[in-house]
């Protein structure tokens, strides 16, 4: 008798055990990591125009435990571009919050915290694309993780 319990019991937690674990949505690539732009792309209607970035213009961004930093140098520039905050990610949507950066980044703060872009992420590259507000594509920059 006592042998049927103990049968019974576990396979209550092994019922328990599976549908908690199926009740988690799913997973989807991570975002986390260190990532450099490539290049940039326009939207015209359905023309779509890439182009690489400058040479020696550098853009990286770190993504790491819902953080996000990221850097700017763009050559005979004297002052570098820098800032800091928060993201979120789904499926189809990135979503930074920054919290605080340069003097430019924090002027242009004073008018917009939340900066958010449809999503075309792989497993090594991906596209922030700023939508109009019909919400078709105007603009991307287009990542390739380096870490």
Known sequence: MRKYIKIAG???????????????PNTMHSMQGVWELQSFSNWNGEAIDTVDKAPGYRQVKIYYNGKIMWSRW?????????GYGSYKITDTELQETIEYGDYEMMQALDTMRVFTF??????????????????????????????
């Open 118 to 147: 449809e999503l075309d992420l792989k497993d090594d590259t991906y596209s922030q694309i700023t939508l109009d507000g019909e919400g078709n594509p105007t603009f991307s920059e287009n990542y390739v993780r380096i870490d």
């Open 10 to 24: 576990l396979a209550i937690i092994l019922v328990v055990a599976t549908a908690m674990l199926s009740s988690k």
């Open 74 to 82: 763009v050559p005979g520039d004297k002052q570098g571009r820098f």
